[in-house]
């Protein structure tokens, strides 16, 4: 038996065979799941075992049609090699092969199977095509290398002519790293020998600049030519250069960059391959990184840094894609990092930098069991025994480590240190130290540390006191006080707002808020800052303290006007306190006599400070509006943990649920909607619903058409549909989207068919038959507003062409207009108004056994509202066909149309051109005679409801 995943993704237990396995695979590829067909076809070929036939050559051709897809075009050409050999050469396996060599700049090879494709089919346009396109391509490139050839001879020709003077020397120099810049010029220097040419003259004052440049470009995007640059310019000459002239610090910084970037992605990498138990590409990564770290030790601080930029970017770069190789990045590059931090070699905004490294790296890995635990292996071997060991200052370096790794990813740091008592200790004993780098070192590490709850109740006993005594101690530098103060500040929030589980007395949080005020107020840099929003994030769960922070004008000020640009983990920090200054957290719903009872039990009972009463609470996210807040959330958007992004959303639900909607418009003037829309998209399944709720809310209280201008109108269907789902069993969020989806429905006929489009339609049908009367009444009232599309109305047509059998959806309108809820009746009416456009609806709603009832009922009520949609239905049914006139006309609806006619005499107005309109169509018929100059008949135009 065989296991395939299906649609729902059931396991499905089948008898498998090679045919059936493809068949599973072509399903895959119609679907554009490329991956998994590419595993159905590679197990079918397994079965096969490589024999030769014909199925197995019609496999490799479609699993070759998979890899062209996802951009692996050595697998297509593997697979259609074996494909052709196989007897299997038609014109689609020869196009696929040709597609796949253009792509790997093999043109020639590409041309000749284009050429074979179009022989055996002259008439596949698409192949004919493709040879013109590679015709004119290798022209091109023909014209290029004949003339960049030329040019190389030139240059290179003058480089070497001993008799040249030096500006001869330089303008040849300069016009190489022009030609070096594209890959045609880079291939021809290298292959006519300028590589050591060039390097002559990297000792060379004048020249030197020049030749770096030309090292660069030589080493861009080019995995073979930047071996042979590591070759041919080791770094030790880099060394030298720099101790000679240090304004050359950036340029190599840039050859560094260029040899990082091409080294570390492995472009050409095929991962099929290493599914097929083949071989992976070696790189020198070890030997470089080894180079590197010689480098470190010898040159100056100014090259140090360029290079670790470089190096940092570099590593950035490539693992924001999705092709590179992942066990060099595990093995080789967390160690070389790592190593770095613990000699000492690192800036500390190079250590955040690290930090983010580290963050990416870890989200990779941490899907994988395996991996996870060989990274936290990894670093665990490095960082453990200079923490274990005895000397203070190899254990500051090993925390310096620790701290990167716990900034990264607390996940993977919190696994190195586990409950290793030991390291605890080490950690206590370093805040007593009387160094200052270490005291700045231990304490960041507690800090972090704290971030955990089991972690900080551990730390809190014995670390506190220690804490408390280290901030009042005389000549303590500022950046350790920080650090103290956000420890303090953690170990306060333990208890997570609830005054009944304070572990530090109560009135702690709020005097380290001043604390923490002080220090800002008095050196607001931007590590005083970090640090200072970080402590906020977890002393605002204290209603004292988040009180006193909106209120305070100036803190707020610094706050803003830092989150203009911010980091990851300023994002993070950011989000949760306003996530707490506007109490959008989770908040236990207590019944009353449960609480009574846990009082009577002396169980803990969660109690909220009189502080986050609901006026204070309103009254703080108005300041927090006027301070700028909304445009700090949106600054934030953009963050890539989910958690930050599930705070963000919850932050922008409580501003803009606040004081009835009354915040709309600030919000979405600082760029909420572009915001929300982004949170929606990626984020935790609390945090879509938050910012779902939080577009709807936007769309109920403002214009749709102002607040979602443009895109954004459509964009903001697919979260309002996401409200109304029938597995949402909350009332209030399927109301409010509901209601944002009528709203939506009234901007444009783009964002209607947007809303069936996406299966709204479905949705509002089913809660048009719930028992909740407000979400029938909603559900209605988008059905009147979607109405308005000629697609929506199809839906109210029977199935069966030329019927007039009535369809469900249809009897269901028709029933609400003789709802007992007003606005329900009033909304149905109104969908019927716009409905009965359509002459085959109109003949539906004859065939409804209710019609002459609910007519009667409704024609009669003195509503104008509700008499003047009737009235419109009437007179589309009049208009539409002689055999409905004339049903409507024998039956007593025609007669009280006569008595309000009369009953309206001369006034005029709507309602009496309806009226006049409905004897005219009857006129138009020839069913009713008139006197002269009675009932001009005009075609009635559709009345808006």
């Not at 237990?13 to 490329?34: H, M, S």
């Not at 006519?192 to 660069?216: E, P, S, Y």
């Not at 770094?235 to 340029?251: E, F, G, R, V």
């Not at 299966?759 to 048009?768: L, S, V």
């Amino acid at each position: 038996q065989h296991y395939y995943i299906t649609n729902n993704l059931r396991m499905v237990a089948a008898e498998v065979n090679p045919t059936i396995l493809k068949d599973r695979g072509n399903e895959q590829f119609k679907r554009g799941e490329y991956d998994a067909a590419v595993k159905f076809y590679t197990e079918g070929l397994d079965m096969l075992g490589g024999k030769t036939s014909s199925e197995t050559a019609v496999i490799l051709k479609n699993r070759a049609a998979c890899f062209l897809k996802l951009g692996k075009y050595e697998g297509v050409v593997d697979d259609i090699n074996q494909c052709i050999s196989m007897g299997g050469g038609d014109s689609k396996a020869f196009y696929r092969r040709a597609v796949a060599h253009q792509h790997l700049k093999q043109l020639d090879k590409a041309l000749k199977d284009a050429m074979d494709s179009v022989r055996i089919d002259p008439k596949n346009k698409t192949a004919i095509d493709l040879v013109m396109e590679l015709r004119k391509d290798i022209q091109g490139r023909k014209d290029l290398m004949t003339s960049t050839t030329g040019l190389v001879d030139e240059m290179l020709g003058s480089l070497r002519d001993q008799e040249a003077d030096v500006d001869k020397k330089t303008l040849a120099m300069k016009n190489l790293v022009n030609i070096t810049s594209n890959k045609a010029g880079s291939e021809s220097v290298i292959k006519k020998g300028g590589l050591k040419d060039i390097t002559r003259f990297l000792h060379q004052d004048k020249i030197q600049l020049h030749a770096l440049n030309c090292v660069i470009c030589l080493t861009r995007d080019s995995i073979p030519r930047t071996k042979l640059v590591l070759e041919s310019v080791p770094l030790a000459t880099s060394i030298k250069i720099l101790k000679q002239n240090n304004d050359c610090s950036s340029l190599i910084g840039g050859v560094l960059y260029e040899m990082f970037n091409s080294v570390l992605e492995d472009r050409g990498y095929d991962y099929t391959k290493r599914e097929l138990g083949q071989p992976i590409k070696k790189f020198p990564v070890p030997k470089l990184l080894n180079t590197l770290f010689e480098y470190f030790k010898e040159c100056s601080k100014v090259a140090k840094d360029a290079a670790m930029n470089s190096l940092l970017n570099a590593v950035v770069k490539v693992t924001d894609s999705r092709v590179i190789n992942e066990e060099v990045l595990n093995k080789e590059l967390i160690n070389f990092m790592i190593t770095l931090v613990m000699n000492g070699k690192v800036r500390y905004d190079h250590a955040q930098q690290i930090s983010i490294v580290v963050s990416k790296m870890w989200a990779r890995t941490r899907a994988d069991d395996k991996r996870s635990l060989q990274f936290v292996r990894q670093t665990s071997t490095v960082i453990n025994p200079r923490i274990l060991s005895g000397e203070e200052e190899h254990q500051m370096l090993a925390l310096r480590a620790l701290n990167i790794l716990l900034q990264g990813s607390f996940e993977a740091g919190g696994d190195v240190i586990k409950d290793n008592a030991e390291i605890y200790r080490i950690v206590s004993k370093l805040l007593c130290s009387k160094d200052t780098d270490i005291q700045q070192t231990a304490a960041e590490t507690v800090a972090l540390m704290c971030s955990d709850k089991k972690m900080c109740y551990n730390l809190a006993g014995q670390n506190f006191n220690i804490l408390k005594t280290l901030y009042k101690a005389p000549n303590v530098e500022d950046s350790v006080k920080l650090r103290t103060l956000v420890a303090m500040s953690k170990m306060c929030a333990s208890s997570g707002g609830d005054v009944n589980k304070n572990i530090i007395a109560e009135g702690a949080g709020a005097r380290i808020f001043k604390q923490i005020r002080a220090l800002l107020v008095k050196n607001p840099t931007e590590e005083a800052r970090k640090w200072a929003i970080e402590a906020l994030a977890y002393l605002t769960i204290d209603a004292e303290v988040k009180h006193n922070l909106v209120h305070d004008d100036e803190q707020m000020k610094i706050i803003c006007d830092y989150s203009t640009n911010p980091s990851p983990s300023t994002s993070y920090s950011l989000s949760c306190i306003f996530m707490n200054a506007t109490n959008s957290y989770d908040i236990p719903d207590v019944a009353p006599e449960m609480q009574r009872i846990a009082e009577y039990a002396k169980q803990n009972v969660p109690q909220a400070h009189e502080l986050d009463s609901e006026e204070n609470l309103k009254t703080r996210i108005s300041k927090l509006v006027v301070a700028g807040v909304p445009s700090v959330l949106s600054a934030c958007s953009t963050a890539d943990s989910e958690r930050t992004r599930e705070f963000l959303a919850r932050s922008y639900f409580g501003i803009i649920s606040s004081d009835e909607g009354a915040n709309c418009g600030a919000v979405v003037q600082q760029g909420g909607t572009r915001a929300l829309l982004n949170l929606f998209g990626e984020n935790t399944i609390e945090g879509k619903r938050y910012a779902a709720h939080s577009i709807a809310k936007i769309a109920i209280k403002m214009n749709p058409a102002l607040a979602f201008s443009g895109q954004r109108a459509m964009d903001a269907c697919r979260p309002c549909i996401s409200l109304i789902e029938s597995t949402n069993e909350n009332t209030f969020l399927v109301y409010d989207g509901l209601m944002g989806l009528t709203n939506l429905a009234s901007v444009s006929d783009s964002v209607r068919e947007r809303i069936i489009r996406e299966g709204g339609c479905h949705h509002i049908d089913y809660q048009m038959l719930e028992d909740n009367e407000a979400l029938r009444r909603a559900a209605t009232q988008a059905v009147c507003n979607l109405a308005l599309s000629d697609k929506f109305k199809e839906r109210y047509l029977p199935e069966v062409k030329d019927s007039t059998e009535p369809v469900d959806r249809l009897k269901a309108v028709f029933v609400f207009c003789a709802d007992e809820e007003y606005h329900t009746r009033v909304a149905a009416l109104g969908a019927l108004a716009y409905l009965t456009s359509d002459t085959r609806i109109c003949q539906c709603i004859m065939n409804i056994g209710s019609f002459e009832e609910v007519v009667m009922e409704t024609v009669l009520l003195e509503d104008q509202g509700i008499r003047h949609r009737l009235l419109v239905i009437l007179q589309n049914m009049l208009a539409a066909d002689k055999e409905i006139a004339e049903k409507i006309i024998n039956t007593q609806i025609f007669e009280c149309l006569l008595a309000l006619q009369m009953g309206m005499g001369t006034q005029g107005g709507v309602m009496k051109d309806l009226l006049n309109n409905c004897m005219a169509a009857a006129k138009h018929w020839g069913l009713i005679q008139s006197n002269p100059g009675d009932y001009v008949y005009t075609a009635p135009q559709e009345q808006s409801s």
